[in-house]
């Protein structure tokens, strides 16, 4: 923690999160036959596909998504093919529903309401693990090639992959609670194009069809629209306040976000632009507290917010009951998160 004075106005407490480096990097090698295991079929997965939940929204047409949950409150574009269809209206059941072609192809879901069964958010890791049988390796057959992804301790402990039937689910465990923070089910080709454990294939690659690109600036502002929203439920979670979206702030975070990405860097300190708090000062912040949260190479939002929710600076940040207001900025997969106590006179 550094404290220090800004002229002599501003009494600043910057936090930076930085006891963990999040960079997430996901790889890819080429193996053979012989590297991937024979778990491709249904034996040693958890049971059939889930009969009952938002699992079972995997392949539901957009009309009969709509049937069961109404229009979404914005719908939001993917670096993977599909649109996450955002329900936040209420934060005990926001999920987002990702379509691609008329069909549901994944869910993630935060709200403590939503029906994930056969799990539940908030649910202990021990009844998880007493009831899931869980692998280091899940492999799969898609077109005609073989994937299999490898799952390190840590993905196990804080991430498992579970194979259930024709469907794949991710479970994101809170460690510091050791209980379900959130959950995402996808379908098997999705899963290749977020690709968030290590992969070994032997054939083709899935990769992203020139049709599907969507512009940078597109994902960008879904994705800060998404940290916002997780952001305020994961407080909630734990009885703090919501924070306010500060435009200013989030100019700054995007700056921050873009000067890393171009200067390829990793860290809190710019060459070009200095310190948060001279960031700010810039940024015509005016403030008491000040913290900031980054992150990089992460797929998405909500894989971003659980990596932040399990490392204990960035936590600190996220929980800290004194912001009132926050800005995210998100350039290309650089992610930054500002936060802010606003200044009273």
């Known amino acids: 923690m550094i ?23 996901g790889t890819q090698k080429k193996g053979s036959n012989q ?26 047409s957009k009309e009969t998504l709509e049937e069961n949950l109404g229009q979404p409150n914005r719908v939001d574009q993917t670096y993977y093919g599909f649109d996450w269809w955002i329900y936040n209206a209420d934060p005990a059941n926001y999920s987002q529903i990702g ?16 029906n994930i069964s056969p799990f539940k958010i908030g649910q202990h890791v ?11 390796e899940i492999g799969l057959d898609f077109e005609g090639s073989s994937y299999q992804f490898e799952l390190s301790e840590s993905d196990l402990n804080t991430r498992p992959l579970l194979k259930m039937g ?27 194009k977020l690709r968030p454990y290590e992969l070994v294939y032997f054939g ?61 860097t990793f860290s ?12 700010l000062e810039a940024g015509e912040v005016f403030y008491q507290v000040a913290g900031e949260n980054i992150a990089a190479n992460y797929a998405d939002a909500p894989a971003v917010m659980e990596g932040w929710l399990n490392s204990k600076g960035h936590r600190e940040s996220l929980l800290n009951e004194d912001f009132t207001h926050i800005g995210v900025g998100v350039y290309k997969k650089y992610y930054t998160q500002n936060f802010i106590q606003a200044w009273k006179e």
């Open 166 to 192: 024709d469907i794949f689910v991710q479970l994101y465990i809170d460690k510091f609670t050791a209980t379900l923070s959130s959950f995402r089910v996808m379908d098997a080709e999705t899963l290749l």
């Open 35 to 60: 590297d991937i295991s024979n778990n491709s079929s249904d034996e040693g997965t958890n049971s059939e596909r889930p009969t009952d939940g938002v699992s079972t929204y995997i392949g539901m």
């Open 204 to 264: 083709e690659l899935q990769e992203i069809e020139p049709d599907e690109m969507v512009p940078d600036e597109k994902v960008e502002d879904a994705n800060e629209k998404q940290i916002y929203d997780i952001t305020n439920i994961m407080r909630m979670r734990f009885g703090l306040a919501s924070l306010q979206w500060d435009e200013k702030t989030a100019t700054v975070a995007y700056g921050h976000s873009k000067d890393m990405e171009e200067s390829n």
């Open 99 to 114: 379509v691609k072609d008329g069909k549901v192809v994944t869910v993630y879901a935060i709200g403590s309401e939503v």
């Open 126 to 136: 021990d009844e998880i693990f007493s009831s899931s049988y869980v692998e280091t």
């Open 268 to 279: 809190h300190t710019s060459e070009k632009f200095g310190e948060l708090t001279d960031r």
């Open 3 to 25: 404290t220090a004075i800004l002229g002599i106005v501003f009494y600043l407490n910057i936090q930076n999160g930085d006891e963990e480096i999040l960079v997430e990097d």
